[in-house]
């Protein structure tokens, strides 16, 4: 049983993927040793790359879960987890580093094949027969070696003139996607401006808003508080303790009529 189970189902399971990875990497190694033919040998060394990648995807999850529960461990146990993450990282370098010499020894054996002329057993057997030819066909049989070089200096060429060509074309998609990139930040930029000032536009409407609103209710009152007078000084003209409003006439005051009574004659 994993030990890493007591600590965490998915660091267990982790770790188990992880193992059984190494261990195809370790076959597969021994493997690409025993094959000569240089495409299988290409074959088995994309198989093994792809399967280092899935590796440090793994190792790099294994990290991430270690430290969300970092603050839940005690440090004993953080300890061993760093240290088996440590060791997990220095076993997987171990495997790059074969593969790079792997695909370095490919590369120099495709080189080889590529601009070699005959075999050695094919240019041994013609040392041998060279004494039984006569001049002609020395002549035609250097003519043909010679062919067959041009051939593989033509055939090295071509391969070096489209390395050139993806070389290029990479080199043109690296400079559009860059200057894509560039566009796309500067677009980001003129967003965020933008935001920026719609949100302090948003705020002093707001401020002016809310300042519109404490003069509609300052209003308000005042217009409420005229009325009252107006109402208080028709209803009791009299009282003498409320001012007249200014260009308000006062109310008109009652008439009083005097009734003198009609003197009787004599």
């Known amino acids: 049983m994993d030990p890493l189970s007591s600590i965490s189902e998915e660091l267990a399971e982790i770790n188990g993927q992880i193992a059984d990875i190494f261990r195809a990497l370790s ?19 994309e ?14 999850e294994f990290d991430r879960e270690m430290k969300d529960m970092e603050s839940r461990n005690d440090p004993d146990t953080n300890k061993m987890l760093n240290e088996k993450k440590q060791s997990m990282i220095k076993e997987l370098n171990s495997y790059v580093a074969l593969k790079k010499q792997y695909a370095t020894n490919l590369e120099n054996n495709k080189r080889v094949d590529l601009f070699d002329g005959p075999n050695e057993e094919l240019h041994d057997d013609n040392v041998l027969l060279a004494s039984s030819m ?28 489209d390395t050139i060509n993806v070389g290029t074309e990479t080199a043109a998609a690296l400079k559009a996607q860059t200057e894509q990139m ?32 404490c003069i509609m209710a300052l209003l308000f009152l005042i217009v409420v508080g005229v009325i009252a007078i107006i109402i208080v000084k028709l209803v009791n003209p ?6 007249d409003i200014p260009g308000l006439a006062p109310p008109a005051p009652s008439r009083r009529l005097l009734w003198i009574p009609n003197q009787e004659t004599s």
């Open 27 to 45: 076959n597969g190694f021994q493997k690409l040793e025993k094959i000569k033919d240089v495409n299988r040998q290409s074959r088995q060394l």
């Open 47 to 60: 198989e093994l790359t792809g399967k280092l990648r899935e590796c440090k995807r793994l190792i790099k």
């Open 134 to 161: 006569t001049n002609q066909q020395l002549v035609d049989h250097g003519n043909q070696m010679m062919d067959e070089t041009d051939q593989a200096i033509e055939r090295g060429k071509k391969v070096v003139q």
């Open 182 to 213: 560039s566009r796309i930040v500067n677009e980001l930029d003129s967003i965020h401006f933008s935001i920026k000032k719609a949100s302090q536009l948003v705020k002093e409407i707001g401020r002016q808003v809310a300042t519109d609103k």
């Open 238 to 243: 009299s009282n003498k303790d409320i001012r």
